[in-house]
């Protein structure tokens, strides 16, 4: 007996999965027990990098999740719909869902989880969040003895391959993302990198695992990196720093059980070149959990692509085909979802960080006196301070890094600071962890 | 209903699992379900660190692995007996075992799995390898769509310790092992970490799961860090090599099926400091997974310790307990171990590497040439030589790095080099990654 798969869409993923059971040598024992019995994509004429028998693809993508023979619904289309009908009919049929769809867990994974525990089945999203990298299944079971503290992930891969390239390279946002357009790292329209949503995504579905509770997207303040320039990388060397996009999930503990919440941001971040984000380059992903009793485990590897992605979603179908044969009524809770309760979330305004901000000031006199003064009267102690030489018409560049404050206090002092008659502008602001 | 765990041994990492179970806020919702409801120490009155309900500890630890209320037994005694013939009799009495002991599971695995599959039952080795990294399940379930090829780790923290403040601050090999031992960080007797059996024992556990076959621990090539001196640390960073000891794993592809096979070996490494293992000090382990089609994937965390191991420990636990709660009498075939066969191992003369070789040779015009055609004549080509000023009594050092070469190859050129008149000795001889 085999069990069969429902494979639908068979772009860059849904090639890398059916190339791997195509090859099953040297794999998971498990592989030929299972086989790709249908496959659903958008157009039949499309030319296809894997050989697949035509009698088995359809473009009638509902008839997979209607198709009684299939216990395996793998859903790989990507966006939000139809793929979130499909997986919810997949869902009402009685049939365990494979998805690689960040956006549609991050939007609808509290209708998604309630529906598959209605119904008893698994709905599996290793291949949701960095790709390759086990890091579902490692926050599902294998740290499950630990409290996780901090989870802290660089888990966009197109950002992170801007971000190598300005540090190494020097050269300035838009002719990297450019580049990167060119070399099919990023695509035409960006946003969904740049802008940070695509990590969001990813950190709703980590934050929600780490911390086992339910986390809201909205809830996630989120920052792209379109205002990091070069002068900013550079200053972040400079002071002994990188710039990456970061994933940033906490627990915030307090004595008083209500005032427990979580801190959950992206944004471009300063760190530190000891740090052991620092050195992921490129389209690298990778994610810091610090746990107890554990202290700190790092994972890492490719976030993206086709057989990063296609490896994480054959090994959310073996888990369920290893519990299907052993169990085929019954659900493993480890592999199910637990969790009922939404995260209480605290606003961008309660974090406590440190801040990089890089000001243009007219090359006066008193110019750092003024903004000591400002950043003070807010209780914003400084890290540092570097004054340049006067770049061009009478401006200067003035670099500051405060102490841990309080974002609130932070942001006040930079609205002071904004009607200093000495202040230009302030081209960028950035946390720093 | 609670899932009863015996838990034999009650030092660092018992404690540290019982303290886990004390505490479950925060960990997995499956911890409530579990009591730790009998504990088996050496000692009665050995004052311990951990509260524990003096009713429940005894000194037999038989009684309890043949307690027919006891479901799982954790062992984490350590050493090979009674802990081998603990594990035995658990399985035949029907228990689950969680195990931590890699010495046992390398030199009896074959007849502990075996057991364990004829009583279908689990034996559950994460805390055996690398501690709290959890790469034991990532080998057997997360990546089990891949081919792995290759498997290179840090997988010893006394060594890496040791090897990174020689690294840093120039010490010698005595010097930084006392200072270790001083620390807790080694060993009285260092032996089992510094000349590599600890890693042997660990790669034994990490290849089998990786290549799917079982291994024998005697046909891995080991060799400790005892050779290593602060001149080889030197002169490593001069060519851009840090220094650490490695396991390596490998899958040697050949068109005849019968020629293929896995090279395993343990033995001081220099390896790029780009390298992503390069940058993994201290006591910290790190794992490296080659594998198509995910690439490259790179695990690290702590090794070793109380939290670390108590962390692994308990994820064998509540996975075991998942699929218990679920259905009690199958096998999730994921959770088991699937291999039946041998590996072929190819013994260490068949290796191809570079090398990297510390000479001391009477400083003589022509020593240079000597070296060379020593080397030519056994199809040793070399990559960087560097000579430095004499040392002192006529010797000067002279470090070669070759290409890529066969073992074999390597070790005729050296002993041709031997019979130099010019040479006065080689003290160190170390492979490169």
Redesign the interface.
Known sequence: MTYKVGLLGLGTVGT?VA??FQAP???????PEIEIALVGVRSLNKQRDVAINAEIVTDDLESIVNDPAIDIVVEVIGGIEPAKSLILKAIANGKHVVTANKAVIARYGNEIFTAAKQKGVYVML?AAACG???VI??LK????????SELTGIVNGTTNYILSRMYFEGADFGATLAEAQKLGYAEADPTADVDGFDAADKMTILASLAF?DRIKLEDIYREGIRSITSADINYAKELGFTIKLLGIAR?VEAKDAQDRHLEIRVHPTLIPIQH?LA?IHGVTNAVRIE????????????GA????T??????D???VV??L???PN??????GC?HEHYAKIAPIENTVTQFYARLLTHDKPGVIGDLGTAFGKHSVSLNAILQKNTIHDGLAEIVVVTQKVSELNFQQAIATIRDLPTLHSIPTVLRVI
Chains 1, 2 share one sequence.
């Open positions: 890398g190339k791997i040598a040297g794999r998971h024992p498990l592989l290793e390759g990298i086990p299944q490692v079971q294998s740290l499950g003895g630990n409290r996780i086992g627990r052991p050195n746990g107890d009793p554990i202290g700190e485990v790092v994972l890492s590897g490719p692509g086709s057989g990063a296609a490896s994480a979603v054959v090994a179908i073996i888990n290893a519990v044969k052993s169990l019954q659900i493993n809770q480890l592999m637990s």
